[in-house]
């Protein structure tokens, strides 16, 4: 089925017309994660989301992909080894979504850890998560410390170790993963919700839909059903009549961006916050991020709130590690909190809970996949569907192909591999600015879509009238349009947070565009006046939420 707006209403009939193998509830990564690898074996996958896609924890994490070095303190060997390894595996399936990050964790006098310990846990993490030489941990001295991050703090300072994280974006990780399942035949929608389920002789045998964009109801059917809700994994739970032992514990994590010019942070830095809580700084793209907390949450799961409190933690974790920079909650420009749906552990602190993924199955056949890391979702989705295929399999005599995802580029992805990815870009400029982008546009495209930038380059050269019209920037309208006709964006906030982030990293250019943006929108979707009103409050909602902290 086609990923796009326009083919909504046969998606929907589709939905309706057949019997699935697999029908998968919630599209973070996980689920898209699961979709992919169903399709990929020959499956008939279906997937549903209440949200937009990856609107919960997959668009609000600290956006690394990485092999949870901290993991290592807690003993967590096992799932240092497993996710560490599916680092590259991600990197390699989609290196226009993830890069490599040296990251600088630095040894002060009184730490919690010296120089011998950092030095032999990180050569631990590299042999664990199976790192490649060229980025094997270093040790270095103070000099070398103070000239990778000069504003790092020096009274103490004894040397860093110095090593690889990868940084993505999550969001569209999240939608280049769905896009790849939708193409290799799952069939997928945002903003539709399953109500409750269908049952056969005691066993779950499909779900009630919503769609909260048209309020039609409807039903599909399938063989197996999964629970990858992420958050929400609990509330499904209680629709199938089986919240019963395990349960999730929610904590919230929230991160703050400061521009360059306010905090010109040159080194991504791994650090200890005045409580012992570790804390990322992350240049990216003429900002620097930082975060995250970690602290219990029990409030509103689609909209976490951010609170002053938070802010300070991190202004506080800031000062105590750059003593030289003066900044306050003023200059945070934007921040988001994400919900991590840990499986519960009595007596335990947020920091301390285990984020390794669990699979409970119900009387029902009902199948739920909880915790778990970004990492990790194509592993998990592989161990998720290796279940549901031997299932199938014992119900039906229907065989299933191995999992298929190991060496599969996500869309976007095939680009040559991660080795090949500059000269792609390089090879793709000239094809850019043919299409009346500038060589940064061009530039900036391409690193963003990979192997799909040639369709925002053919929609730069032949709307280019439309884009003057509406008068919105021809890199912005080939995006805009890209994610109308090709990722299935329905609200403006989809667009400038998930489609591109610049909810997050360029808030600046959504207040600047957002009316234009707005109002082709509603000229493509026809909206009333009230609807169009409506999204628009959605969008100055969201940006009030990503800049203002609540009390």
């Known amino acids: 089925m086609n990923f796009s707006n326009t083919n909504r209403k046969k998606i929907v009939e589709y939905l309706k017309d057949r019997e699935f193998d697999l029908l998968v509830i919630g599209g973070g990564i996980t689920g898209a994660g699961i979709a992919l690898d169903a399709a990929t074996r020959g499956m008939a996958a279906a997937l549903v989301e209440m949200q937009d896609f990856g609107a919960g924890t997959s668009s609000r994490s600290t956006k690394l992909i990485h092999g949870g070095l901290r993991y290592l303190k807690q003993f967590e060997v096992k799932l240092v080894a497993e996710v560490g390894k599916e680092r590259a595996i991600v990197y390699e399936n989609g290196p226009h979504v993830t890069t490599p990050e040296w990251m600088l964790l630095p040894i002060y006098k009184g730490g919690t850890s010296g ?179 970690d602290t219990f949450y029990d409030a509103d799961l689609a909209s976490p709130i951010i609170t002053s409190a938070d802010r300070k933690y991190l202004i506080n974790a800031i000062h105590y590690m750059f003593p030289q920079t003066n900044i306050s909650e003023e200059d945070i420009e934007s921040s988001w909190a994400g919900v991590r749906p840990l499986i519960h552990e009595e007596g335990k602190d947020p920091s301390e809970i285990s984020r390794r993924d669990e699979i409970w199955e119900s009387e029902s056949g009902l199948i739920t996949i909880a915790g778990g890391k970004l990492t990790g979702y194509r592993k998990m989705a592989e161990i998720v569907v290796d279940l549901v295929s031997g299932k199938l399999q014992k119900e039906t005599g229907v065989s299933y192909k191995e999992c298929q995802t190991k060496n599969l580029a996500i869309s976007g992805g095939d680009v040559g591999g991660s080795s090949f990815f500059s000269k792609y870009i390089a090879e793709q400029i000239t094809n850019g600015i043919k299409n009346g982008l500038t060589n940064e546009e061009a530039k900036f495209l391409i690193s963003m ?42 609200t403006p906030v989809d667009f400038f947070y998930r489609r591109t982030g610049m909810l997050l990293f360029n808030i600046a250019g959504v207040r600047k565009w957002k009316d234009e943006a707005v109002n082709y929108m509603a000229d493509y979707f026809e909206w009333d006046e009230q609807t169009t009103l409506n999204r628009k409050e959605e969008l100055e909602k969201e940006i009030k939420k990503a800049s203002v902290p609540d009390c």
């Open 115 to 293: 120089k011998f310990s950092i030095s032999v846990g990180l050569s631990l993490y590299d042999f664990l998560a199976g790192v490649k030489k060229s980025e094997r941990r270093k040790m270095l001295n103070i000099n070398e410390t103070v000239e990778k991050e000069p504003l790092i703090k020096k009274e103490g300072l004894k040397g860093s170790g110095y090593y690889v994280e990868y940084r993505t974006d999550d969001a569209r990780l999240t939608i280049e993963v769905m896009k790849k399942a939708v193409e290799k035949g799952a069939a997928a929608l945002n903003y539709t919700k399953a109500e409750k389920f269908l049952y056969e002789n005691g066993n779950v045998r499909g779900a009630v839909i919503i769609d909260h964009l048209s309020g039609e109801r409807y039903e599909i059917r399938a063989k197996k059903v999964v629970n990858a809700a992420g958050p929400w994994v609990d509330e499904v739970r209680e629709k199938d009549g089986s919240k019963t032992g395990k349960t999730l514990k929610h904590t919230k994590g929230v991160h703050i961006v400061i521009d360059k010019s306010k905090f010109p942070l040159k080194q991504a830095v791994y650090f200890d916050a005045p409580d012992g809580r570790m804390v990322f700084a992350i240049p990216r793209g003429g900002k620097a991020y930082v975060g995250t907390t």
């Open 449 to 490: 879509y990979g192997s799909n930038a040639p369709i925002l380059f053919d929609i730069s050269g032949k709307q280019k009238t439309l884009a003057d019209q509406y008068e919105l920037p021809l890199a912005l309208f080939a995006q805009l349009q890209y994610a109308l006709e090709h990722e299935m964006a329905a």
